[in-house]
């Protein structure tokens, strides 16, 4: 039997469902973050919530990269299209990502506008070699997308290239975490930690979860990976016994990846940094530092990050927050849609509202 099969296998997640209904009490409420933007996508896809007990409530957490980037940051990718002969590079999953005047990349592309799509850090080389013009790009992304884009500055300096910049919006999750916790809006039982950004850090970020007495599990994306994830947190919510459980081992290590440790700590430094919906996290973002400063785009161009502003209306925020579904915000599917997203939530493939709408839920 294929893996895949084996971690969709209906027999498998029947016994695991039964199993999370022996367990749970009636009498309370189990309140649980999945923390990444691939489970939350699992989650709505497999109908993982219509088939747990009525008291067992997961609650999407600030895991889209795309989704937490404040407006002042977007804007300022358009203000740098606006006003110099660039190249932009990014990723796909920024295109559609509206500013506070409603353009976007892909509306800039349309009009004449150098934005160019790729698939890896790397390949901004290459297309710096096609260019004429500099080739700025967009640094997205958590301990995920770190250490490529690492690997990119490095290969920058090396090889001295003098037309290559990047705008440093990589945030880190650790420091997110600890405020949820901090929240008392949220009132968290545990969480389903991130399981790709697990593959770089490892397990010890989520101690500070199991000492606040939370349950911390890492889990994989397959719907017999969350199931069981869910089971465990159950488990040690009843027992009030918590530890960092790894149940996604196939791919993260205890110790994470040391290798892409070291490139981030070779190229970055911490500093503080806003979060759509959150606002100031301190020490959660990612800066050049040393000789990487004069990769970054603000040293460069004059162009800057405005106030912090969220979009009239727009919900994102909250929904980051676990405050509420996506299914309360009023603009869900009136005003907002994948075609016409009014915020990034509704964006990026990994964003809590293009799950919900994309799957038709309403809790």
């Known amino acids: 039997m294929k893996l895949i099969e084996i971690f969709r296998n209906p027999e498998h997640v029947k016994k695991i469902v039964d199993s999370i209904h022996s367990i749970v009490d009636t009498k309370k409420e189990y309140k649980i973050m999945e923390v990444c933007g691939t489970h939350t996508m699992s989650i709505a896809r497999f109908g993982i919530r219509e088939i747990l007990p009525q008291n067992v409530k997961l609650v999407s957490g600030p895991g889209c990269p795309v989704c937490v980037i404040p407006q002042g940051e977007i804007d300022a990718i358009f203000s740098l299209i606006e006003q110099y002969d660039v190249t932009v590079a990014t990723f796909g ?71 290559i910049f990047i705008f440093p919006y990589n945030k880190t999750m650790p420091e997110v975490l600890k405020l949820l916790l901090l929240d008392k809006n949220l009132n968290i039982d545990g969480f389903i930690c991130p399981g790709h950004v697990s593959v770089v850090t490892g397990e010890s970020i989520y101690t500070p979860i199991v000492k606040a007495g939370k349950a911390a599990v890492i889990g994989g994306f397959e719907p017999v990976d969350i199931l069981i994830s869910i089971f465990e947190i159950i488990k040690q919510v009843n027992s009030e016994m918590f530890n960092v459980k790894n149940l996604y081992k196939r791919a993260v290590k205890n110790c994470g990846n040391i290798a892409a440790l070291r490139l981030i700590d070779d190229v970055f430094e911490p500093v503080d940094s806003a979060w759509r919906g959150i606002g100031i996290v301190k020490k959660s973002g990612l800066a050049f530092k040393g000789i990487y400063e004069r990769l970054n785009v603000f040293n460069n161009f004059s162009i800057s990050v405005g106030d912090y502003i969220e979009k009239t209306g727009c919900k994102c925020g909250d929904v980051l927050k676990g405050y509420i579904s996506p299914s309360v915000c009023p603009l869900m599917g009136n005003g907002c849609t994948p075609e016409k997203p009014y915020g990034p939530c509704m964006v990026s493939s990994e964003g809590a509202c293009s799950a919900y709408y994309k799957y038709n839920m309403s809790v």
């Open 93 to 163: 999953d920024l295109l559609k990502v509206p500013g506070s005047k409603g353009e976007t990349l892909l509306s800039y592309k349309a009009n004449g506008a150098s934005i160019k799509i790729i698939f890896s850090p790397l390949d901004v080389v290459t297309l710096s070699r096609e260019m004429t013009n500099p080739v700025v790009f967009i640094g997205i992304g958590f301990e995920t997308t770190a250490p490529a884009i690492a690997a990119l500055g490095k290969k920058i300096i090396e090889k001295d290239f003098n037309d």
